[in-house]
Every structure is written in structure tokens, then in C-alpha cells.
């Protein structure tokens, strides 16, 4: 994976990259996956759209 | 050298009835950001702190102020404690949240640090990543749903605000990627791929990067995400830099800062100025970034 251009200034331009597009959804699934693990209650169905 | 100018917060914006939390409202942004949606008249405004006693000296601090006793007298200010240090208070103080609001209409995520050293946190990450992201990506998760849930009772979406920098395109990941198969919280605890200096901006960058994926999951008729760089302002975040670059910073932040008076703008614009084309999106001076 390369971020050679991640910093230009631009955020749109920089997560639609796919080395940003698999760092947004690794961080979804750790933080999903911290909530769970600390909170046994935590439901992510009731973040997601209805 | 300057930055852009931020315009007053138009007239007759207005947040009555609305409850807003503070992540950091004892102190320098956090702080100024609380007073001024007092004077916008919010019925009840959370200081999310460490400490109780730094938080109720705030909370007096606001309820003596000229602009609030002028404005909003019965404003209710409350503290109740937040350690982003460690993700068991974190969802401690979100389960008090869901237990003691009914409503939740505005969340803004302001605390953040900045170290020059590579610490643990408590819950044993780096501790500028734990406090500036994974912290606040856990307190944003647990606080959707309340989000959501007052969003149907007001008719009208809430507010979840993230504070990002434009720090964060100095960001290390072009220097030290990360890896095909590695986590994310795996690379940023690795010490081979601290950067002190650049810490901050990393830490920066996940905060951006979590709000555009968040804002995919979330409705914004229900829920409006964002986040927004207040620009460079004099508050305290400085404290922990090393020696040799504090002259340089004075000189930095005397030729430029805002007050926070201006930089707590920049927050009520993200909040309750701006709408749902900010979904999702990067704020810097009172524009979505382009």
C-alpha cells in the first residue's frame, strides 16, 4: 500500500484513494469490534440506516 | 500572514431547548465553545472532563459570565467525568449519558492532547492515537443512538462534530504505510513507527478518516456527521512540545491565532450553521475542504 499522495489537500481526494478507502474500513471494523469488546450491550444495528 | 477571517455566527441561530455535550469543556476551545452555545441559547450543556473540580470551576466560570447571565440565565451546566485515556470510562460515561438524557442533540468532540514521548494509555495503546481517535471513535458509536433517537423526537437531525486539524496532511503514513494484513491500532502502537512529531497530525488524519466512514453509516436526516479544524489557536495544547520548538510556536502563534473566541466559531458553524452537505465531510474556516 502506497500514501505517496494521501497528503494533498484535498480530504475527498485522499480517502477515495483505495490505500484510504481499506484505512477508513479497518478503522470501522476496530472500533466496531473496541465497543463490543468494552461495552457487552453494544449493538452496531443501531448505528447503521434504518 | 494570517488566517482567513471566521464571520460572527450569523444572527438568530438559535439552539434553544437543545442539549449539547463538550468533550474538554473545562478549558481553552471546549470552554469558549460552551459559552457561546449557552448564548444561543441551549437548555443544557455537558462539560465532559477528567477532573470534576477543573469542571465545576468551568461550570461556574459560565454561570457568572456577563454574556450568559445576560442570555440564558437558567441554562443548565452539568460535569460529569470522561478519561479518553482509558476506553472503560468512556463507555462508563456514555452509559451515565444514556441513563441520565433523555435527548441528545449535539455531540462535539473536542478533547485531544498532544505528547512528545511515546506513552501507553491506560487501555494500552500509544496515547495520543488512544485520546484523539480511538477514544472518540468509541464515544461517538455508544452516543448514535441517542443521536438518532432525539433526531425522531425533534423532527430535525442532530449533531455529532468531530474535531480534525489541518495538521493531519503531515501525516507519517506515506513514510511508514501500513501494512496489507496490520491493524490499524497494530501500526500506530508499533515504536518503530512513532513519529513523535507527527503524532498529532496521525492522530489527526484517523480522525478524519473515521468521520467519512462513520458518515456512510449513519442517515444524515438523522444524524449529521462532520468534522472541522478551528485553524491555529491559543490554547494549551503547546505545552508538551519540546523546548527547542517552543520559541518557534510563539512566534507562530503570535503572527497568527485566532482567540478562541474565534476558533469556538468555527465549532457552532459545524454544529448548528452549517447542514447536511457537510455529511460525511472535513471543515476548515467555515468551508467544507476542498
Known amino acids: ?50 | 500572514m494570517s488566517q482567513p477571517r471566521i464571520a460572527p455566527t450569523p444572527a438568530g441561530t438559535s439552539i434553544a431547548g437543545q442539549t449539547v455535550i463538550i468533550t474538554g469543556g473545562n478549558s481553552g476551545l471546549g470552554l469558549e465553545a460552551a459559552r457561546q452555545y449557552i448564548t444561543l441559547n441551549a437548555s443544557c450543556v455537558i462539560l465532559a472532563c477528567r477532573s470534576i473540580s477543573k469542571g465545576e470551576e468551568a461550570a461556574n466560570y459560565l454561570s457568572s459570565h456577563p454574556t450568559v447571565k445576560s442570555t440564558n440565565p437558567d441554562v443548565n451546566i452539568k460535569v460529569m467525568t470522561l478519561d479518553l485515556d482509558d476506553e472503560t470510562s468512556v463507555v462508563n460515561f456514555a452509559t451515565q449519558v444514556k441513563k441520565e438524557l433523555d435527548s441528545l442533540d449535539i455531540l462535539v468532540l473536542n478533547a485531544g492532547v498532544n505528547f512528545m514521548t511515546y506513552q501507553l494509555s491506560k487501555s494500552g495503546h500509544e496515547r495520543v492515537i488512544q485520546v484523539n481517535y480511538h477514544s472518540n471513535a468509541v464515544l461517538a458509536l455508544e452516543l448514535v443512538p441517542l443521536l438518532k433517537s432525539t433526531a425522531s423526537k425533534r423532527g430535525q437531525p442532530s449533531r455529532l462534530t468531530f474535531i480534525g486539524s489541518g495538521t493531519h496532511k503531515m501525516h507519517t503514513l506515506n513514510k511508514t504505510p501500513l501494512g496489507k494484513e496490520e491493524s490499524v491500532a497494530h501500526h500506530w502502537d508499533n515504536k518503530e513507527k512513532y513519529h513523535s512529531l507527527q503524532r498529532y497530525s496521525d492522530s489527526k488524519l484517523m480522525v478524519t478518516a473515521f468521520t467519512e466512514e462513520l458518515a456512510r453509516h449513519v442517515d444524515p436526516s438523522q444524524v449529521i456527521v462532520n468534522c472541522v479544524c478551528p485553524g491555529m489557536v491559543s490554547t494549551g495544547l503547546d505545552a508538551n512540545l519540546p523546548i527547542w520548538l517552543k520559541p518557534i510556536m510563539w512566534v507562530w502563534h503570535f503572527l497568527i491565532d485566532r482567540t478562541p473566541e474565534v476558533g469556538a466559531r468555527t465549532y457552532v458553524y459545524a454544529t448548528s450553521v452549517v447542514g447536511v452537505e457537510s455529511h460525511g465531510k472535513w471543515l476548515q474556516h467555515n468551508q467544507i475542504a476542498e
Do not use: H
Not at chain 1, 500500500?1 to 477508513?24: H, Q, S
Open chain 1, 1 to 50: 500500500l502506497k500514501y505517496t499522495d494521501i497528503g494533498i489537500n484535498r480530504t475527498d481526494a485522499i480517502f477515495n484513494k483505495p490505500e484510504g478507502k481499506i484505512l477508513m474500513q479497518k478503522a470501522w471494523v476496530e472500533a466496531v469490534d473496541s465497543a463490543k469488546k468494552i461495552d457487552p450491550d453494544f449493538n452496531e444495528q443501531l448505528i447503521e440506516m434504518d
